[in-house]
């Protein structure tokens, strides 16, 4: 399976401000995913990574305040945008190959937002 | 977004108990996965099942896959301190997506 390096593993960021957290993947996947896991909480779908085009979002996350970029089959970026104390959570990436079944996961980037 | 029903929420037992929980969803899905998360770390896959009533095991854990395809159950066998974590089903359908569950968290004293 591959092996995903997450950056930054964690931070502190003041609120207003604006992080990006970079997914690189050691072998080409078809298909790169965005995760948010509050405090507590389980895993939720932020988007779907489409290399060279605009990241499918789920119901409830919008492109302004998480804008991504897949610029090849190996690498995303998630941006954290105009921070406020409720973005603090886990986010993962997560990638898989066509026709696999079930994904695997990067360790995380652990934000608290002061 | 949706999630699965996981029971139960938490779970303290002794070293060398079995556990037993499981997953429920108001959906069918086509695929069931168990994953285990540690501290600090992403989610690791442990078990996935493909077909409606699929009995399938790794090492100490075994999977099933419910016959209505609207539920999973994941047991451990003479439990381990290092089997401590959150336990997470999830459920993909064709689209590709997973839909997780609302995760079991397991504490195992000695």
């Known amino acids: 399976s591959a092996v995903i390096s997450q950056k930054p593993s964690r931070d502190i960021c003041q609120r207003g401000t604006s992080l990006t957290i970079q997914c690189q993947v050691d072998?080409?996947?078809?298909?790169m995913f965005w995760y948010r896991q509050q405090p507590g909480q389980s895993l939720t779908l932020i988007a779907t990574?489409?290399?060279?085009?605009?990241?499918?979002?789920e119901s409830g996350f919008v492109i302004d305040k998480f804008p991504i970029s897949r610029p090849n089959l190996t690498f995303s970026t998630l941006t954290v945008s105009n921070m406020s104390p409720e973005d603090s959570s886990i986010y993962l990436c997560?990638?898989?190959?066509?026709?696999?079944?079930?994904?695997?996961f990067g360790s995380g980037t652990r934000l608290t937002v002061v | 977004g949706q999630q699965l029903n996981q029971s139960p929420q938490s779970m303290f037992i002794q070293e060398g108990e079995d556990v037993s929980m499981n997953c429920t969803s108001s959906?069918?899905?086509?695929?069931w996965l168990w994953y285990k998360q540690d501290p600090g770390e992403g989610p690791v896959l442990l078990i996935a099942?493909?077909?409606?009533?699929e009995l399938t095991s790794n090492g100490r854990l075994t999977a099933q896959f419910g016959i209505t395809r609207k539920d999973s159950f994941l047991n451990i066998s003479a439990s381990i301190p290092s089997d401590v974590g959150i336990y997470f089903c999830?459920?993909?359908?064709?689209?590709?997506?997973?839909?997780f569950g609302t995760g079991t968290r397991l504490q195992v004293f000695p």
């Open positions: 997560s990638v898989a190959y066509r026709g696999d079944y079930g994904y695997t």
């Open positions: 072998s080409q996947v078809t298909m």
């Open positions: 990574a489409n290399q060279g085009s605009e990241a499918t979002y």
């Open positions: 959906s069918i899905f086509n695929t």
């Open positions: 099942l493909y077909k409606a009533g």
């Open positions: 999830a459920g993909q359908k064709r689209t590709d997506k997973l839909i």
